[in-house]
């Protein structure tokens, strides 16, 4: 029917801004996994969402400490290398959502030591 919409996998610029306008939120990242993780770094990735402009990454040690988060345009990356605040031998929370104007997914959490 006429209410039926169908979005290529990359969408012009002009056409995202459009969604965003209609308040469209995009939905959660799927598949995030660590993908390397050597001394003082790590690097996730996940499986694009749909709609989204850019995805929020935030970090934080599950005892406390400082939330670090990091933005990654959707049309460049589905993976981020994170570096900042990384300690050895503790555990981290990792959350990404995905993000269309100022609308942000539900969160994908992940964690690692």
Request: proline share 4%; hydrophobic share 35%.
């Amino acid at each position: 029917g006429e209410n039926s919409f169908i979005f290529p996998d990359t969408l012009a610029a002009a056409s995202l801004d459009d969604i965003a306008t209609s308040g469209y939120q995009p939905k959660k990242p799927k598949d995030v996994k660590i993908v390397d993780s050597s001394q003082g770094q790590i690097e996730v990735s996940w499986t694009p969402s749909k709609c989204a402009s850019m995805y929020d990454v935030t970090y934080q040690q599950v005892t406390g400490g400082e939330a670090i988060s990091k933005q990654v345009q959707a049309l460049h990356e589905n993976s981020i290398l994170l570096v900042d605040g990384l300690v050895s031998c503790s555990e981290f929370e990792i959350r990404v959502s995905a993000v269309l104007g100022d609308e942000y997914s539900a969160e994908a959490v992940l964690s690692f030591t």
